[in-house]
């Protein structure tokens, strides 16, 4: 059920409805908005919060890569706390994980926007006066607490792999560290690649430097097998992928909305 337009008056929202990444699925996601001929207004809006996922995954990609240009001299293969290579890495390392963990929020806004339109229930939250309280996990309850928004694409999608056990393994675990990185400091571990001789100030991107399982916990323990390199690889991977099948989904709400019309 479509709400009205009236309920907000006329303002400037200065983004224009676009694709940035150009895939398939992006592509077909915003001729589905397109399609729509909804008012101004709600279409200069979806076109602000798609910017805002884009910009979050764009920041996600640059925090990591200045994490692995990152210099470090390791000392009997750990890094020494409270240098300042040690906490540029960390500070890097946490940026990373709370530019993932935004862009799961700027995502959910989107779906927030286009399924407050169709809920006729107060559900979801007014995109445009309670946009501060979106977030990804409270737009993945109201879709999975919704008998018919449960079943459908996008429902499924957030149940197979953002929930419980079945969950995919980077989503796990940037879930866990963007988590952990709001409480404790991200412990850095030790160094286990060796380094040529020659190279005495090697790269992140060059080693293989151990995470904790859960810096919150002592003693540590490393037996999960957080590595940095290998776990922002995944996850920027998986981040990717998931957009797309957002997008993916999003679009068969919008042409069923067409056809609601």
């Not at 400037?12 to 990444?21: A, K, M, N, T």
């Not at 953002?162 to 963007?178: I, N």
Request: hydrophobic content about 40%.
């Amino acid at each position: 059920m479509k709400r009205s337009f009236e309920e907000h008056p006329p303002s400037e929202v200065p983004y224009s409805l676009q694709c940035w990444r150009h895939t398939e699925q992006e592509d077909a996601f915003i001729q589905g908005w397109i399609r729509l001929q909804m008012p101004e207004l709600w279409v200069r809006l979806a076109g602000r919060y798609h910017a805002a996922s884009f910009v979050c995954h764009t920041r996600a990609r640059e925090f990591f890569a200045r994490l692995r240009a990152c210099r470090i001299h390791p000392r009997d293969d750990l890094l020494p706390l409270g240098e300042t290579e040690t906490q540029s890495i960390e500070s890097h390392l946490w940026a990373f994980f709370q530019a993932g963990k935004l862009l799961l929020d700027a995502l959910a806004r989107e779906v927030n926007l286009i399924y407050w339109h169709r809920d006729g229930a107060g559900l979801f939250d007014d995109p445009l006066t309670k946009a501060r309280w979106i977030s990804f996990y409270t737009v993945r309850q109201k879709l999975l607490a919704h008998d018919q928004f449960a079943r459908e694409p996008i429902g499924q999608l957030l149940a197979r792999h953002t929930t419980g056990e079945t969950a995919d393994p980077p989503y796990q675990a940037l879930s866990h560290w963007a988590n952990v990185g709001l409480m404790v400091p991200l412990l850095i571990g030790p160094v286990v690649s060796d380094v040529a001789p020659s190279d005495q100030s090697p790269s992140v991107g060059q080693c293989r430097i151990l995470l904790p399982d859960d810096p919150r916990q002592f003693p540590t323990t490393y037996d999960r097998g957080f590595e940095i390199n290998a776990l922002g690889t995944s996850i920027l991977a998986w981040l990717a992928w998931f957009m797309d099948e957002v997008y993916r989904a999003l679009t068969f709400t919008l042409t069923q909305m067409k056809g609601a019309e």
